[in-house]
Structure formats: C-alpha cells, structure tokens
C-alpha cells in the first residue's frame, strides 16, 4: 500500500484556500533526459507525480497530458510494466474531463507505480519515488505565493504534513544503507526539530526553514 496520503490531499487543501494554478514553479517536463540514474529518476518520477496531481486538481489538460508523458518515459526506463500508453489515449482524454474520475485515474497510476517498484522492482527506487512526491508537493506549497507566510491557511497545511514528514524519515530510515537515500535522509532531518513543537504553532522562522529546506 502506498505509505503516505494521496497526493491529492494537499492539492484539493490549496485549491480550498483560493490558491492559483501556478505552472511555472513545476519541474520542467525539458529536464526528462537529463536524469541519468536510476535513483534520479525514481526520485524525479514521484516530483512529476506531484505536478500531474497538481495539474489534474486545477484540470489543466494540456498540462496533465505533458507530465503523463513525462512520467511514462521515466517508469518505461525504469522497467515499469504499466500501461501508461492508456492514459494518453482519446478516450482516457474524454475521461478526464469529469474531475472526479481523473482524480481516481491519477491516483491509481501513481499508486500502481509505486507498488510496482517496492515489490517487483527495488524497493530503494520506490522510497525514492515517495519522497520525490512528498517534497515536490511541499515546494509547491511553499512557492504558490511570493509572502506565503502570511497566505491564509497556508501554514496550517503546512503544520498539517507534520505526519507525513514522519512517514517519509521513517521510510529513509529504512533504506538509509543506500549512500543516496542516506544523503536524502540528512538533507530533510533538519525539518525534524520544526515538526516537533508544530502544535504550538510555525513561526515565520520555522516556516522559512521549511521552505528554504524544501527549496534545496
């Protein structure tokens, strides 16, 4: 089972608070070539995962349809079986005209693809993919907005990932004997003494470190 909330949870919270699709702070689709091993594209697999369901809450189709793309020649070079072909066909595009059922569809794909690469590929891979979710959602967050400190409700979905950082340490914990995700692991750990004094609230401090975190 994938370990983490849907991607789709932190998404729906910034469509709720009134935030903008904003499609330049994604990670370009033009980068796909440029990820030479099989960590990096594992890990850059779940940042595109991240923009699709960025994409799909906002029903950006064109969008949607180019980081599908970009998402299939990753998994297709990581020896992923699925059958991302599907997705890009006419008819799945007349499927993704109804919200709810793209919702469902994205959801599948990304967990399909993880479960593909925990059990019958490399679980390190997998881990990887995880985080590269996790962390592309949070860089989205935490750039939707030039002052977003003081965008409201932004904080609180950020507090609100205190959970989900746990998982994913947990995760790299696990896997922690492979030199990269051990350098993965050191990177975000210094998150760990924010997220623990998050309920008595971020201060713009905190949440700058999160998000000068993130950024690298």
Request: glycine letters at 4%; a negative charge.
């Amino acid at each position: 089972l994938y370990p983490l909330p849907a991607p789709f949870e932190i998404t729906r919270m910034l469509n709720e608070i009134g935030a903008t699709y904003a499609p330049k702070i994604l990670n370009s689709t033009n980068k796909v070539e440029k990820y030479i091993t099989e960590q990096s594209k594992a890990l850059n697999l779940g940042i595109y995962g991240a923009d699709l369901a960025y994409a799909a809450t906002y029903q950006q189709q064109q969008d949607i349809q180019t980081y599908l793309n970009s998402i299939k020649s990753l998994a297709d070079q990581l020896g992923v079986t699925y059958d991302y072909g599907k997705l890009l066909s006419d008819e799945y595009k007349t499927k993704f005209e109804n919200k709810d059922t793209l919702t469902e569809i994205i959801t599948n794909t990304i967990y399909d693809t993880y479960q593909f690469l925990d059990q019958k590929s490399n679980p390190d891979l997998a881990v990887n993919m995880v985080t590269g979710v996790w962390v592309e959602l949070m860089y989205i967050a935490t750039n939707i907005s030039e002052s977003s400190y003081n965008f409201t409700g932004l904080v609180d979905i950020i507090s609100k990932q205190k959970t989900s950082y746990g998982k994913v340490m947990e995760l790299l914990a696990s896997r922690n004997a492979n030199t990269d995700i051990k350098a993965l692991e050191a990177k975000l750990q210094v998150l760990k003494p924010v997220y623990e004094k998050v309920e008595s609230g971020l201060s713009q401090t905190d949440y700058n470190l999160i998000l000068k975190t993130i950024k690298e």
